[in-house]
T-cell receptor, first 115, second 111 residues
């Protein structure tokens, strides 16, 4: 199994530009999570989906952030317009079932730098 | 909002020493997990504990869930350089499907 796949691995952009991060979860997993990690705030949950449906987006910082999951094998996190404070490592994770005690498998992350 | 506080935030010790990392909350969690993260990679699950007072061992690592399910500890015996990394605890609030993560403990084991 290839694990969770994220692209790109690194993204450098200028303030005001649109950024799209991509995630392919592990095949057969029903839940998908988007996290953001910074030194100051640690690992924060942005949004999660069950069976392609957004369940909780309370962690999305503001309207500049949006996430979609058009099918079971693909999700995107979009930032428009991007700002320097959005610089962070963004992780996607997937899980086989709906229980919090079940294992989340994380991708390698996308390191975003907004200049 | 349920929070998990980890201590210490940073720990640097010599190879062969023992150490304990703590994860505390004022809230009850139905489950608690420990993850390890290495530079440039995502967190990887080490263990899940679900019962108050539960103890699990993974080679030289011992994990304990508090009796009241509000806290947990990770004890490493005879630490090795390969144990270096960021250790994260994560709690599953009762009835919730998502996890709450602690800030992490950055552990460095010096040869």
């Amino acid at each position: 199994d290839a694990g969770v796949i994220q692209s790109p691995r690194h993204e450098v952009t200028e303030m005001g530009q649109e950024v799209t991060l991509r995630c392919k979860p592990i095949s057969g997993h029903n839940s998908l999570f988007w996290y953001r990690q910074t030194m100051m705030r640690g690992l924060e949950l942005l949004i999660y989906f069950n069976n392609n449906v957004p369940i909780d987006d309370s962690g999305m910082p503001e309207d500049r952030f949006s996430a979609k999951m058009p099918n079971a094998s693909f999700s995107t996190l979009k930032i428009q317009p991007s700002e320097p404070r959005d610089s962070a490592v963004y992780f996607c994770a997937s899980r086989a079932s709906g229980g919090a005690a079940d294992t989340q498998y994380f991708g390698p992350g996308t390191r975003l730098t907004v200049l | 909002t349920q929070l998990l506080e980890q201590s210490p935030q940073f720990l640097s010790i010599q190879e062969g020493e023992n150490l304990t990392v703590y994860c505390n909350s004022s809230s009850v969690f139905s489950s608690l997990q420990w993850y390890r993260q290495e530079p440039g990679e995502g967190p990887v699950l080490l263990v899940t504990v679900v019962t108050g007072g539960e103890v699990k061992k993974l080679k030289r690592l011992t994990f304990q869930f508090g009796d009241a399910r509000k806290d947990s500890s990770l004890h490493i015996t005879a630490a090795q350089p390969g144990d270096t990394g960021l250790y994260l605890c994560a709690g599953g609030p009762t009835g919730a499907q998502k996890l709450v993560f602690g800030q992490g403990t950055r552990l460095t084991i010096n040869p």
